[in-house]
Nanobody, 130 residues
Framework: QVPLVESGGGVVQAGGSLRLSCAAS????????????MGWFQEAPGKEREFVAA????????YLPDSVKGRFTISRDNAKNTVYLQMNSLKPEDTAVYYC???????????????????WGQGTQVTVSS
């Protein structure tokens, strides 16, 4: 298991910013945090969980869908076992529960689908008011 704890959610006005954090408390099977690919997903009421951002375990390559490119940034601090999601220029349609997720160690594949991830946090609510 890789316990993941998200924080940083809240209520913000449209055009504002939030930074979400996801802390991994410990490692699974002796693996270090930097061996896990990390991702963020959003789930709005009545909708499926959607990919928001990911960062690979090796070169720290980032992946973001067009809907958030230029507004969201994902980064990781392996020394702190933490991944961040910086969200700028927030829109009301960004309102959702945001989940942090981790892949299996040394994962090679697409990061865009929920099936790529083995471990999930409990989620943090982001509400953007118009």
């Amino acid at each position: 298991q890789v316990p993941l704890v998200e924080s940083g959610g809240g209520v913000v006005q449209a055009g504002g910013s939030l930074r979400l954090s996801c802390a991994a408390s410990g490692a699974a099977s002796g693996r270090s945090f930097n061996s896990f690919g990390m991702g963020w997903f959003q789930e709005a009421p009545g909708k499926e969980r959607e990919f928001v951002a990911a960062v690979s375990w090796s070169a720290g390559i980032t992946y973001l869908p067009d809907s958030v490119k230029g507004r969201f940034t994902i980064s990781r601090d392996n020394a702190k076992n933490t991944v961040y999601l910086q969200m700028n220029s927030l829109k009301p349609e960004d309102t959702a529960v945001y989940y942090c997720a981790a892949t299996k160690p040394y994962y090679r594949g697409s990061y865009y689908n929920t099936e790529a991830y083995l471990y999930w946090g409990q989620g943090t609510q982001v509400t953007v008011s118009s």
